[in-house]
């Protein structure tokens, strides 16, 4: 594997940050920032699938660290990331480079698994009636999410609104177990069937995008 920036502190961090990123130079450094800004002292750990734009200079440049990743897709520069955190990470996030999922709400996530130890994995809704954030999406898109949010609910029991959100929180020592199948972005929907497996509840929370 190939580290840059400084040596792996991910023992020294309560809550852990994994970002994977591909060709993200517009988005990643407004992303890191305001992780940054509304969480205390996160360890950020960017993988990237070997970008060959600016990516990587931005994030090192923000203090993360970054991790070049062994394959591809989504779900496989998730499961490196998770492999790194062996220390007291209690909390682990999960959200895109892209700039699209707002850091703010990630504190109200922790909140609510430190105040229920049922609760798994905290995710964010972006199909709220309260916010409505249908119109922003491709049509495709909404349709599609709308569908796998129907088969989990039949196939695994797995009730969510909005299965494939990229932004969540997650127990860490729910995912030291966790051997994702998964490569791409069908990485979100394995891992609420894992939590669900694991005895755990996934909860949702209003989001915008």
């Not at 594997?1 to 852990?16: C, I, Q, S, Y």
């Not at 897709?73 to 990331?81: E, I, L, N, T, V």
């Not at 998770?82 to 922790?110: C, H, S, W």
């Not at 569908?147 to 997650?170: E, K, T, Y």
Request: glycine residues 8%.
């Amino acid at each position: 594997m190939g580290w840059l920036n400084m040596e792996n502190r991910a023992d020294k961090f309560d809550v852990a940050v994994v970002v994977a990123t591909l060709n993200e130079e517009v988005g990643v450094g407004p992303t890191l920032e305001e992780v940054k800004k509304v969480l205390d002292n996160p360890y950020v750990l960017v993988v990237d699938g070997n970008s060959v734009d600016e990516t990587v200079r931005i994030a090192k440049d923000l203090g993360s660290d970054v991790l070049f990743q062994e394959g591809k897709g989504k779900g496989q520069a998730m499961s490196q990331g998770v492999r790194q955190l062996n220390g007291d990470t209690r909390y682990v996030v999960f959200t895109d480079a892209d700039f699209t999922y707002p850091a703010e709400y990630i504190p109200k996530m922790i909140e609510v698994l430190e105040n229920d130890d049922e609760i798994g994995m905290v995710i964010g809704n972006r199909f709220d009636k309260e916010h409505n954030f249908e119109e922003p999406m491709k049509k495709t898109f909404y349709i599609g999410n709308k569908f796998l949010a129907f088969a989990q609910r039949i196939l695994n029991g797995v009730n969510l609104h909005d299965p494939l959100s990229g932004l969540r929180v997650v127990r860490s020592e729910i995912l030291k177990d966790w051997k994702p199948r998964s490569k791409g972005f069908d990485i979100e929907a394995e891992l609420n069937h894992h939590i669900k497996r694991r005895g755990y509840q996934t909860f949702e929370i209003p989001i915008g995008y």
